[in-house]
C-alpha cells in the first residue's frame, strides 16, 4: 500500500489559517489524496480528497504539488471545533475490491488555541 | 437521514464471552467495513464487504466474523472476547461518490 508522512502534532491559533502537510513520495498515478479528520470521540468524517488539481469545498482547501508527492490540507481560519485529528490517506481511484479501501495511518493532532 | 448507526455505543465483556457488534446503514450503500482503534492509534481494517453476501478480510481479522445478509446491515462477530480486542469499533459505508460516512463507534472493553 502507497503510504504517507504526516508530522504527529501542530498548533495553531484560533481564526488563523492552518496548513497541515502530507508527504506521499509512492504515490502513484490512480491515487487519489483524501483527507479525513476525526474530532475527539467521534468517528472520522471526509474532509476533502484531490487527483491533480488543487480543491476548495466548504471545510477546507487542498493544495497538490505539481509532482504530486506531497499535498497541504489547508483550513482557512481555525475555530476551536477544528481541533481533531487529520488522516492523509491514499486511495486507488479504481476502487474495486480491497483497493479502495482507507488505510489509516497515525495521521497530524491539531490542537487550537483560543 | 441517519447514516451509520451502531449498536451498542459502550459494552463490558467478561474473557471468553461472545457479543455481536450491530451496524446499521441507512444510504443504500453496497461497500461496508469495520475497523477498529486503539489508544492513540490510527484506525485498521478488520472486515470489509463490496455488496450483500460478498465479504472479505482487512488487516487484523483474527478472532472477529461478519456477515452481510442485507445491504443495510453489516454486523461483526466476537466469538471468544480476549483482553487484546479492546478497542473502539467503527462501522463504515461508501457509495459511488467517494467519501466513507462512518458511525460513532462502540467501546469495547475485555476483562
Known amino acids: 500500500d502507497a503510504k504517507t508522512t504526516q508530522p504527529n502534532s501542530m498548533e495553531s491559533n484560533e481564526e488563523e489559517p492552518v496548513h497541515l502537510p502530507c508527504n506521499h513520495s509512492?504515490?502513484?498515478?490512480?491515487?487519489?489524496i483524501h483527507w479525513y479528520r476525526q474530532l475527539p470521540s467521534q468517528g472520522p468524517e471526509y474532509v476533502i480528497h484531490?487527483?491533480?488539481s488543487n480543491v476548495n469545498n466548504r471545510m477546507a482547501s487542498l493544495a497538490i504539488a505539481e509532482d504530486r508527492k506531497s499535498s497541504t490540507l489547508i483550513l482557512h481560519r481555525a475555530t476551536l471545533r477544528d481541533a481533531a485529528v487529520y488522516y492523509c490517506?491514499?486511495?486507488?481511484?479504481?476502487?474495486?475490491?480491497?483497493?479502495?479501501?482507507?488505510?489509516f495511518g497515525k495521521g497530524t493532532k491539531l490542537s487550537v488555541k483560543p | 437521514n441517519a447514516g451509520v448507526t451502531q449498536t451498542p455505543k459502550f459494552r463490558i465483556l467478561k474473557i471468553g464471552q461472545s457479543m455481536t457488534l450491530q451496524c446499521t446503514q441507512d444510504?443504500?450503500?453496497?461497500?461496508m467495513y469495520w475497523y477498529r482503534q486503539d489508544p492513540g492509534m490510527g484506525l485498521k481494517l478488520i472486515y470489509y464487504?463490496?455488496?450483500?453476501?460478498?465479504?472479505d478480510k482487512g488487516e487484523v481479522p483474527n478472532g472477529y466474523n461478519v456477515s452481510r445478509s442485507t445491504t443495510e446491515d453489516f454486523p461483526l462477530r466476537l466469538e471468544l472476547a480476549a483482553p487484546s480486542q479492546t478497542s473502539v469499533y467503527f462501522c463504515?459505508?461508501?457509495?459511488?461518490?467517494?467519501?466513507?460516512?462512518f458511525g460513532s463507534g462502540t467501546r469495547l472493553t475485555v476483562v
Open positions: 490517506i491514499l486511495r486507488d481511484s479504481l476502487g474495486g475490491g480491497s483497493q479502495g479501501n482507507l488505510i
Open positions: 444510504m443504500n450503500h453496497n461497500y
Open positions: 484531490g487527483l491533480t
Open positions: 509512492t504515490i502513484s498515478g490512480t491515487d487519489y
Open positions: 464487504s463490496v455488496g450483500a453476501g460478498i465479504t
Open positions: 463504515a459505508s461508501r457509495g459511488p461518490l467517494y467519501g466513507y460516512t
